[in-house]
């Protein structure tokens, strides 16, 4: 889930909407060693609300496979289109930016690739690798698209064994077909149950934005879909129209109904789950630190 915010595009945000945020510094670390080595972030391409304050805390989640998606979902601002030939370097970069920034907990994403035959697959899976490689390596979380319901491709990642594997539901049922061109809210609820199937003590975490017009029973029916597939980590947040050509926000959702979804979520039996406003799927400061904290409790055990 990317859910980014360009406040002119509302005449006027609800208080619990307005906050400051720090002004991003375009030559900050992070910035300069995704420059470096022309790699991509979605922070960046996602236009993300949390960028100045995830690098200034030298979180950063980086994007995979190129920056343009041969998807195109509604609510996304990452660009969509035609991609550029896959770079073979790019498993190394990104190894040696992790190294460069000293990343303990490293987040991969990507752009969907359904050009590809593997649908990038092969690609997640040398990064992993990589990472691996690195003396004291990092937990290592993939945010991973659907692959065209292509088992062999995610058994493909599942094979080079990453410490969480996510894969965002997004929104609810009824919406989703709407909103999410290509992709299908079966194929991806499926996605994380396979991942538990395959019992390789991966953990599993998905996301869901709201104020697309979903109702409160859609979205518990949702988490219980999510509960259903094995889902371990819930992220919830609010959608936050990134820019003129996405689609318009239908509803701000109260702080209070945050918190009472973060309720039903534990009653649900997610071990953790993040609930608010400006909670992302990677947003560092919220979700992961607790998420990192009960993946490092469980494979002690
Ligand atoms: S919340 Fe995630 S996508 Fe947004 S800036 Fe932070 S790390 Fe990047």
Known sequence: ???????????????????????????????????????????????????????????VTFMILGDICTRDCLFCSVKSGQPFPLDSNEPEKIADAVQELGLTHVIITSVTRDDLPDGGSGVYSQVVRKLKSIDQSPLIELLIPDFNGDISA???????????????????????????????????????????????????????????????????????????????????GQYLRPGIKQIPVKKFVVPEKFLWYEKKGYEMGFLEVASGSFVRSSYQENDIRKFRKRVVAESDE
């Open 1 to 59: 889930m990317v859910l980014s915010t360009d406040v002119r595009h509302y005449k006027r945000l609800p208080s619990w909407l307005r906050r400051k945020i720090p002004l991003l510094c375009e030559c900050s670390t992070i910035e300069r060693v995704i420059k470096k080595r022309g790699l991509h972030t979605i922070c960046r391409e996602g236009r993300c609300p949390n960028r100045a304050e995830c690098y200034s805390k030298n979180k």
């Open 154 to 236: 995610l058994r493909t990642v599942l094979d080079s064994k990453p410490d969480i594997v996510s894969h965002n539901i997004e929104t609810v049922r009824t919406i989703f077909g709407s909103v999410r061109k290509g992709a299908d809210y079966d194929r991806s609820i499926s996605i994380l149950s396979i991942v538990k199937d395959e019992g390789l003590g991966i953990m599993t975490k998905s996301a869901l934005m709201l104020g697309l017009g979903e109702s409160a029973d859609e979205v518990l029916e949702t988490m219980k879909d999510l509960r259903g597939a094995g889902c371990d980590f819930l992220a919830i």
